[in-house]
DNA sequence: CGTCTATTTGAATGTACTCAAAAGCGGTGG
DNA sequence: CCACCGCTTTTGAGTACATTCAAATAGACG
């Protein structure tokens, strides 16, 4: 149950075995069926997951109710509304299972905890969330400038696992375009691109 | 010289008069002139500053030289590319002056010893770093779920003072949006919405 | 097998871009 | 104080990228 955690945090973070130890303590195994919201805007992030297993996706939805993906997450990643989890004001997103999953589960109460028996911890999540900050940084770069057929390639390429998991449909919603338009893309990727394979 | 960024401190951290002190004394007051480099793309950031007095923006270059500007900073902000600061790796963006500036630099070494005599800014720093963070996710849903029209007129909106003090390529590339087309968005903005002027 | 949802295809439209040229504006030197 | 230079902003015409709406096809699941 814990050993990829254990992997993550001692890699990651470089936490001591004890450490870890105290770390895992706090965490909560919650199993979900598969398209289950965990989140919906308007409530309190209560939780910080650590995925061992399944797929789960961050979306906004705009007011003409066209959802856009934030992010999707699997195996040894962490998902949460972090704003919402940690100023305890309501969420502006959604969170949803895309596949059955199996979570460690931290509670604000538990960080809160963990964080005083582990002072150094502080340091790991700034440094979790620089590390999201900065990829953010890179996707609106590239999300503004190149064009919808460069993103879906990059896409593809860097996520070869979440593009075969996941229906094209919330694909598109994470570049940005509709499903209609990814589906030429992908018509004219085929054709274009299938010399090597 | 000290004085907004005490305020600053006090407000939004809530640092007691103590922390303040030890906060200002690994600090380092800089004049910088307008329209210079803080830092380009391939070097690693040595500061996090705070802007007494001046206007900074950050931007991204593409490959055919487009410029993106992720974000305008004037009193009262920080700038850095956290990442590379914190990280020391090279940077990929540039930073650089608008206007004349008074900057109130940390450099690493600094900010290392700050936070050694003054454990608790840890916190201060990861509640920073994650209002960035949440303002991004926003910004990157508005990017791809409104038009250039839309994002415009809440720009203007929001930053009235920015609006007022940067010239119009630069928003134009904080938009993502040629110089050309927001010339044509202010044309129609004026006609359409003027009623009440 | 049938139903429901996801994907593909088509035609018309809109949003934003490119390239080119003109107009406006700020600073500098005479 | 005016004239000129360089840079920013505006305007015009043609084009590319992505959307909308509608309908057809393909896949998944009971």
Redesign the pocket.
Known sequence: MFEQIHDYLSRSARLSKEEVKIFEKHLELRKIPKKTILLSAGEICNFEAYINKGCIREYFVDRDG?ELTLQFAIEDWWVSDITSFEDQVPSDMYIETLEDCELLVLTRQAKENLISEVPQLERMFRLMIQRHLSKLQKRLFKTVSS???EQYVEFITRYPTISQRV???YIASYL?????????L??KHLKGGKVAE
């Open positions: 066209i064009t919808a057929m229906s094209q449909q940005g375009i509709t499903p209609e338009f990814l589906s030429r992908r018509a």
